[in-house]
């Protein structure tokens, strides 16, 4: 199993930055809002301009109350990612939906329902002109887009306020308002998409903190889980070559004298050390199909893909836990080296006296060395902390059941011979499934541990069906 690691982002900033974004537009009067309940109508009005901004749209209303996603919604889901310790591509990849969305909204089409602040009509005062030497006040109305506080409303309200009335908004900016969509710049319209301090300016900062999520230095420990496709594929990089020709060129992993069978343990252990060194951007998305990393969370390890990390493409270095079964191994030596196996010589042989020719036999693995796999997983996962005889006991007949089962003739079986190695897996499975429902065992350590199960009930099944 792969050491686990820790992995680490600006979380701290994230949420320093949030807080300013909030503390700037929790404000009323500066922005034109007086927080008094409508005049015509008595309905409450948002307090400040962040309560304007907690209440844009509100997908999660009922059909009744007409609710669509807004910065409501994306404010809530914000909230959700800004509260996380560990953070994974799908993090990544939802505030980046946010932007999207946010980016949606800003072009909504002006009208009375436009999501755009700044391209929602009133029809407001335009022009005014005080009462005077007993002429009448000369007031002017006309639809202007992006707030119903122009100048002249301003204007026309500060005149009529009384000593024990007074209009203690402050006057607004003559940008907050245009007689053309698209041009105003009200208050509400920069907090959501303006240049500074704003929304969408906020989820584009968290999203680079996210991106840059930390990864510790050197090699990154994972575990590989293979297929014959995979390894197929595997041995075409560069960097699988370079490492497979590392191993096999290594002379510790040979006994002394004539033999060229490599050691099983020896070439695990020299396997399990030798770093794979990733030249190309090919290297990492290839093996990043295939290749797990145990991360180190509050909660405990979890296994997730290489791929759930944000800045996995950035790894240059990989470090593999390897299945003390050999299989796999064994199969990407023979894809990287080819027709070479037969022309290979030891390392440090005299030719004269060691043959050429490269011996994988004494690595094949059998259905019991899987078996003590999976008993080595049950063991390293919940030995130390639940009696786990019992579970041992009832998963004995079914190993006992693979190491047999290859002695069986296949004409007499027929089909049932090629679906043993899939009734064993789940009974094996089963079992477990079974003791775990009387345990006190967290879902994410059960979920790690069936990731981790799955490729040794995979080389069951294909070493049953093996010739």
Known sequence: MAEPTKLTWDKEKANSLYETYRQTWNKSVEFGISGKPDASTGQPNSKTLLDTILNHGGSRLSRKDKGWFGAQDIITELEMILDEEDVFTDDVDDLKDLIERMEKLEKSSPGPDCRNPRNIPFHTITDFKPSKEGKDAIIVRDVVYGHFLTPAYWEYRKNKAS???????SKPQS??????????????????????????????????????????????????????????????????????????ENPSIFPSGKSRKPMPTRLNQLANTTLIRLSSKKDI???????????????????IRLDEIPGWKKIKELKVSWPSSNKFLRRLIREVMGDQTDTFQKPGSD???????????????????????????????????????????????????????????REILGRLFWTKGTILGQDI??????????????????????????PFIDELEEYIRED
């Open 163 to 169: 000593t024990d009335k007074p209009y203690n908004i």
């Open 285 to 303: 998305e290839e093996m990043s199909k295939i290749a797990t990393i145990t991360i180190q969370t509050e909660e405990g390890k979890r296994n």
């Open 351 to 409: 030719p004269e006296i060691v043959k050429p020719g490269l011996m994988l036999k004494a690595v094949e693995f059998t259905a019991e060395t899987v078996v003590k796999d999976i008993e080595d997983l049950v063991i390293e996962f919940f030995g130390e902390e639940y009696e786990i005889t019992d579970l041992l006991s009832k998963l004995q007949p079914h190993f006992e059941s693979a190491n047999e089962f290859k002695k069986h003739d």
């Open 175 to 248: 940008n907050w308002t245009s007689k053309e969509p698209n041009r105003s710049r009200p208050p509400f319209w920069q907090a959501l998409f303006g240049p500074e301090n704003s929304l969408l300016i906020l989820l584009k900062e968290v999203l680079i903190l996210l991106e840059d999520i930390e990864i510790p230095p050197g090699p990154i420990s994972v575990d590989f889980r293979f297929n014959k496709r995979s390894v197929t594929g595997l041995a075409n990089l560069p960097a699988m070559q370079e490492y497979v020709w590392a191993l096999v």
């Open 429 to 454: 499975s089963i079992e477990i499934i079974k003791w775990l429902k009387g345990q006190d065992i967290s879902e994410e350590k059960e979920a790690e541990f069936f990731i981790k199960l799955r």
